[in-house]
């Protein structure tokens, strides 16, 4: 059975978004600095929108360790995400870009797109895992937030593995990841992987 | 002049402490784990109270990447800490334990122990700090926390430097170390050492 890794950047003071996320401005008002790894350096959500198509990763020169970690990535059988997420990504522009399933977490399922885009509206952060395995094939599932489905889901004891990426940034404010919990999770470091853009901490969760 | 080292652990969630910390509970319940790389792996308040002399780092079994983190330590020339972390640890039971002037920050100077205990009593962080490069001779000033003496110190831009500790837990609960600072603070990451009771990270402050 696909194992399910929590798979997220954060600042070092704990935050995935700058503040002022919405539809437009992905990671809030100069909140590119936490995906830096993923583009190979700076980058603005200006040059994205204007090149229509967006900066490619894989056209820019990024940092081996950061390589690896999103060559990783696309080992996954399934996403999972948010549905803050989705909108504020505008559902990735209206095209799932993962290559695979992508479930959403949503109350409101009836705002399922057509299923030519790729995605998949679940209700609640356990049936789109459950979902998320049926579709994934036995291979890894990949839980890529946002804060809220996140936090839900390791509640809920459905994380078997979590990678943290570290931007080297205090943000100050904007959207907590862990927030306050209320619940320990003991963790197995298995791997750390850096660049000058991030940090990567991979955990296994102990039970 | 001194540069200012702030150099702290946490939990992966961003807490300094577990829940109820106080004096005889440093750390707070189960909060041993964010020091196991002090102190070699698993310890407990306990065994520390029973043999009165506590633990020595100096006796236990480090792992190498932990043992040269604490071994740089002893190379700042004098430490400031905050007035509730003297509290905690009791006045690290009477005597000042790290061989360099330790600063205390309070408000209440007027409870300073007797000099030969080793420590110095100042009102306000940049005060503290000011004196601290006074007594370190030029060496660097460790700021040892807690959170609120970090969070001054980053706020009032008298840090140059951070190294954060991350040990392999979530608290889910307790005292958070940046909590939402309310400014942001660039960081250019300098070494990642790890071990499989933390994980260093150590920062430059961009200015």
Redesign the interface.
């Known amino acids: 059975m696909g194992s399910v890794m929590l798979d997220i950047t954060m600042s070092?003071?704990?935050f995935v978004t700058a503040p002022d996320d919405r539809p437009g401005r992905g990671l809030g008002v100069?909140g590119e600095?936490l995906h830096y790894w993923v583009f190979g350096g700076p980058w603005k959500y200006e040059d994205y929108e204007r090149d229509g198509e967006g900066l490619k990763p894989d056209a820019v020169q990024l940092d081996p360790a950061d390589r690896a970690v999103l060559d990783e990535g696309a080992h996954a059988g399934a996403i999972v995400v948010g549905r803050r997420m989705y909108d504020m990504t505008d559902g990735w522009g209206g095209r799932n870009p993962f290559g695979v399933p992508c479930l959403v977490v949503t109350h409101r399922v009836e705002d399922q797109p057509d299923p030519s885009a790729g995605f998949v509206f679940v209700d609640g952060v356990e049936a789109a895992i459950e979902r998320a395995r049926e579709l994934a094939g036995g291979k890894p599932i990949g839980l890529g937030g946002g804060a809220s489905v996140a936090r839900q889901a390791?509640r809920a004891g459905l994380v078997d593995e979590?990678q943290?990426h570290?931007a080297?940034?205090?943000?100050?404010?904007g959207r907590t990841?862990?927030?306050?919990?209320?619940?320990?999770?003991?963790?197995?470091?298995t791997r750390?992987l850096?660049s000058?853009y991030a940090?990567h901490?991979r955990?296994r969760v102990l039970r």
């Open positions: 070092l003071d704990g100069d600095v390791l979590i943290i570290i080297p940034v205090i943000l100050g404010e990841l862990f927030g306050v919990l209320g619940e320990r999770v003991r963790l197995e470091r750390v850096d000058p940090t901490l955990y």
